[in-house]
């Protein structure tokens, strides 16, 4: 309820929150958002249960974009329709999700909020969401002025003298077009199209932008510019959370990545450290990268499994080089990694074809040879090697 929540523990408490930003530094301060052990599970008829969300835990600063990042249905636009809650009702969602205000006894908990609050205080006022199809968020048989004049006058209580104006300055913002505001939905281009959505999003001035796949459809130039466009809402303080299976995108405007495997944070790091050196150090985290044409072009082998029938322990076992027997107990995400084997630098160094070392344990013990794995020794030095590699 709001106003009841304690603010949260000051960034860099713990793992989640240790990740430097693009700078090198720490994100600073009191978080915008904070999560914490959020979990979704679909209670589907015959007992069957989905578990699309697990265990997801991260900060994220004033000014500061993350980005989420995996593949379909790994969980993500699940989470961002938890945070706004506009789950199904066979939908039961536990954890935290603390969104700060202006003062500490703003802060509200985004999961423990009722429907009226969310309705009334959090869309679109505290949280500005950019929808994954902004064609389909539009209503089809409105002009973008009229939809555009409407929200700003709800949100901001704008009379009937100053709504023309306001709703120009709101297209604006959005790099919409003036001559376009006329226009039905289905007469925009779909660049256009995401712009007005963007527009009515940041009417409201919210602290907090949501973009869920703002850039599905698009073609790569156009996936730039909304990209940037998004960005550019950080320079005055906003957070930015944006939900995408683009690469690329994140690439350019993220500050941190967050890498999402079956529901759960499979590696949390400051976006340079991710896409340039050492790279990523969780097995799925790279196989992601290494899939992309313009890196090696190896897709990872084997399929995500299903969220209703995930397998015992790191549900990415089955996939992965590196499994181990420790690997049948979930991992935790430790300094920013869940992985009981996480890549190291020195693996990299002596990658060759598939040919992967297997590292040291995240407790520092030695990684033991698995069903999917091989065992490898220690050096002199203490890294381990791959069996066979030495002399
Ligand atoms: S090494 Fe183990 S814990 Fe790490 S990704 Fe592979 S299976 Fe999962």
Known sequence: MAGEDQPPPPIGADAVSQAPQKDGGSPGGRPLLSVRELSVRFRMSGGREIAAVSDVSFDLAPGECLALVGESGCGKSVLASALLGLLPRNAYVSGRALLSGPGARDALDLLAADEATLARTVRGRRVGLVPQSPAAHLTPVRTVRSQLAETVRELTGRKRGELAEATLAAAGRAAFPADHLDRYPHQLSGGLAQRAATALALVGDAPLLLADEPTTGLDRDLVERTVDELRAHTEDGCGLLIITHDL????????????????????????????????????????????????????????????????????????????????????????????????????????????????????????????????????????????????
Request: charged content about 20%; aromatic content about 4%.
């Open 248 to 391: 690329a995108a994140a690439e350019r405007i993220a500050d941190r990545v967050a890498v999402m495997y079956a529901g759960r944070v499979a590696e949390l790091t400051a976006a340079a450290d991710f896409f340039g050196s050492p790279g990523p150090r969780h097995p799925y985290a790279r196989g992601l990268l290494d899939a992309l044409p313009e890196r090696a072009f190896a897709p990872i082998p084997g399929m995500p499994p299903e969220l209703g029938d995930l397998p015992e322990g790191c549900a990415f076992a089955p996939r992965c080089a590196r499994a181990s027997d420790a690997c049948a107990t979930v991992p935790a995400l430790t300094g920013g990694v869940a992985c009981h084997h996480p890549v190291t630098a020195t693996d990299t160094a002596q990658e060759s074809g598939h040919d992967i070392a297997t590292a040291p344990d995240t407790d520092g013990t030695p990684g033991a040879a698995g069903p999917y794995g091989t065992a490898g020794g220690d050096d002199a030095d203490g890294t381990r090697q791959p069996e066979g590699s030495r002399a």
